[in-house]
């Protein structure tokens, strides 16, 4: 017991405690402070900072095999050190400058926040708390009321009024600015996967990543939900995003620290314990939300994909009556979205109670204890109160703890936004990464069964050179499809300028895929390519490519009317030349030539492939490529526009099955559709000769099984009149 005695304090040794603490409390209320904040700070940082997760496979190098490929993969999505590298990478693109206008529109965004803040605190102190001034107390408009002063109660009313108007106008301000600096953050971010998808002036290659990244490689299914949707949904939650963070940050430190003068750094530590284990419960429990938002965006462009193909392709349903199937691909989309976003709501739904159940009711008793601390305890030196002076205080803490709790809950709640921010992130640095593949020549494809079978895969792993030439030479190119297919194991052939080539061959041997080659669209895998530049060449495909735009614009695309005219052409040389395929009356009958229409609806096939003809001999290319490109024209009409691209220096590349256009051609590569070609002179009469006696063999073995009949029927009857 003497023991126990001993250990225990004794009243002296408190008081002088106590008293010891009283004298230093000022400095101790400073360290709790300072502290506070610095916690505020770091916890906010490590809230928001790198969390462990899988490793991610973007960065490795993948190739599917068959329709199981790992393309179909799902990106990871978290707010971790992957992500805080990608949004970086992309704010170096949306803020190149601290001298930009988007730096400029932050500052404003910064200084807009600060604002605000001040005139919340001056509010909370207008509701209720009482300040020295010079020669008075000044009551403000509770303790007034309390007191029933009725002058001072309409003056501070006043005041209320006046301040209204510094406030209304910031929030308006601060509005605009973040809308200002979605827009620009958008603005930014289009030019540049503009820039990389359709390249610009700048680029010394033309790489054509539009089709690269549609026809070469898996990883992107919808580019076009990305540049539209996906970059606008990201620029509004990055710019949304500092004033959900910065601003909430900061309120907590003002408001805290101004409620730590009110009720002692003391209840300030203990609100702040109560509130983080608090936090750390609803941070776990909290979903997945970037993961599900990345999900929904995706979800939605297969959906809008599926309704784009069928508004595409709608002939063609028409004809087959494919209604109900293509009816089924919108709706198994439909579903596969609506069951998704249910699954959100579910999780929203269950989430939202426990955030309101903690961030509202339980940290509102919190405060409530907190508030309450000066009246049922009293700190050394302070002063003793009255009615009125315990209702203005516990009335502007409570302001003050409210504010405080509700900008702490925004900082909880910016998680969530940055979670959504996380998901977006994903798909806009994804499209940035996949379009840096692709120049690169990187693609990511999922391929067909062979091509695992390590001679096909020896193929694969190669590339070959491709050297500019005024003459087309193909030295033992193997043609391979982006699925890894090889259609021909090694070509050889070439093709002199003035020497027309014919090209035949059953379907799917390589005869488009030889084309694509020398457009610089696909790969070269081995071997050496020399042609001229792809500016050199240019395709007729069996349904020709009409712009938006006006009648002029479709004979000369890509070139504008400035180009046009920078050539030295006026609209009366492009008149000459619709006169060469029977067309001059299109001007006159459509309106003029800025006559604007959905040409592919206005124009038939064949006057569609006439103007196909007309947009070549206006470029005047060294090389043609022709692909069943007089399909839909009478015989007579395309002698005489193969006569006119001759008499123009223009070579033809012919892809055609008439026998009628062999004699416009001076060689011939015909493929045999097992891997195997011939390439050799082509002898049109000869040739022609050959296929009218093929013909008139056809026609005779047809009648072989009629001729057998008509012998059998004839030996019957014969058998029968010998019997008889």
């Known amino acids: ?155 501070n009313i006043l005041k209320w009024l006046l301040v209204a108007i510094p406030a209304t106008w910031t929030n308006s301000w601060l509005s605009y600015v973040q809308n200002k600096l979605a827009l620009a953050y958008r603005t930014r971010l289009t030019k540049e996967v503009m820039r990389q998808y359709l390249g610009d002036d700048a680029d010394t290659q033309d790489l054509k990543t539009f089709y690269k990244l549609a026809n070469l490689d898996d990883r992107i299914k919808n580019p076009d939900q990305m540049i539209t949707h996906d970059i606008q949904r990201f620029s509004t939650h990055l710019a949304a995003i500092y004033a959900n963070v910065a601003k909430p940050v900061l309120d907590v430190i003002l408001y805290n620290y101004q409620l730590s003068q009110n009720v002692g750094a003391e209840g300030l530590v203990l609100l702040t314990v109560l509130v983080q284990a608090s936090a750390a419960l609803l941070r776990a429990l909290t979903p997945a939300f970037g993961q599900y938002t990345a999900l929904s965006a995706q979800l939605a462009g297969n959906l809008r994909h599926t309704h784009s193909r069928l508004a595409e392709f709608s002939e063609e349903v028409a004809f087959f009556g494919g209604e109900e199937t293509e009816k089924m691909l919108v709706e198994r989309e439909y579903a596969g979205l609506v069951k998704h976003e249910n699954r959100v709501l579910r999780k929203r739904w269950w989430h939202g109670c426990v955030e309101e159940g903690i961030v509202k009711w339980l940290w509102g008793s919190f405060g409530l204890c907190i508030c309450a601390i000066p009246v049922f305890f009293k700190f050394p030196g302070a002063a003793a109160l009255d009615m009125g002076g315990r209702t203005e205080g516990f009335v502007t803490n409570r302001r003050l703890l409210l504010s405080a709790s509700d900008a702490f809950g925004r900082v909880m709640y910016s998680y969530k936004d940055l979670s959504e921010l996380a998901g977006y992130t994903t798909r806009v640095a994804t499209l940035l990464e996949t379009m840096a593949d692709v120049r690169k020549g990187k693609f990511e494809k999922a391929l067909v069964s062979s091509a695992s079978i390590e001679e096909n895969a020896k193929i694969l792993r190669g590339r070959g050179v491709i050297i500019e030439s005024e003459e087309i030479q193909f030295e033992n190119v193997p043609i391979v499809t982006p699925n890894g297919d090889i259609l021909v194991r090694s070509l050889s052939f070439y093709v002199k300028p003035g020497q027309h080539l014919l090209i035949v061959g059953p379907n799917g041997c390589g005869k488009s895929s030889l084309f694509r080659i020398l457009g610089g669209l696909w790969p070269v895998y081995g071997g050496v390519v020399r042609k001229p530049p792809a500016s050199q060449f240019i395709l007729i ?50 309106g003029g030539w800025d006559a604007a229409r959905e040409w592919r609806e206005a124009l038939s096939g064949g006057d569609q492939q006439k103007i196909a003809w007309a947009r070549l001999f206006y470029h005047k290319p060294k090389y043609a490529v022709l692909d069943e490109a007089t399909s839909l024209v009478p015989p007579d009409m395309e002698g005489m526009m193969m006569e006119h691209a001759t008499r123009l220096g223009i070579t033809l590349l012919t892809v055609s099955h008439r026998p009628s256009l062999w004699k416009y051609h001076s060689m011939i590569l015909q493929y045999d559709g097992q891997g195997g070609y011939v390439f050799t002179k082509l002898d049109a009469e000869k040739r022609l000769a050959l296929q009218q006696e093929k013909e008139a063999l056809d026609l005779k073995l047809l009648e072989v099984p009629k001729m057998k009949a008509r012998l059998a029927e004839l030996q019957e009857l014969a058998s029968e009149r010998s019997r008889v």
Do not use: W
């Open 541 to 590: 495909p069996q349904r020709p490519y009409l712009s938006l735009g006006t009648l002029r614009d479709q004979v000369i695309y890509p070139h504008s009317k400035e180009d046009m005219e920078a050539r030295g052409i006026t609209d009366d040389d492009l008149l000459a030349v619709l006169e060469v395929v029977q067309m001059e009356n299109i001007v006159e009958r459509e």
């Open 1 to 155: 017991m003497a023991a126990q005695s001993t250990l225990r304090p004794s009243k002296e040794q408190l008081a002088k405690l106590a008293s010891a603490y009283a004298r230093h409390r000022p400095l101790v209320q400073r360290g709790l402070t300072v502290a506070f904040v610095v916690y505020v700070i770091t916890s906010t940082y490590r809230g928001f900072s790198a969390r462990p997760g899988a490793s991610s496979g973007s960065s490795s190098k993948r190739r599917g095999k068959g329709k199981g490929g790992d393309s179909a993969s799902k990106p990871r999505v978290a707010v971790d050190a992957l992500f805080y590298q990608r949004l970086s990478r992309i704010l170096r693109i949306v803020i190149p400058s601290i001298r930009s206008k988007e730096a400029l529109l932050l500052c404003m965004h910064s200084s807009l926040l600060i604002f605000r803040t001040v005139i919340s605190l001056y509010v909370a102190a207008l509701d209720g708390k009482q300040e020295p001034t010079n020669t008075c107390t000044a009551l403000r408009i509770v303790a007034s009321l309390v007191r029933a002063q009725p002058v001072p109660f309409l003056l």
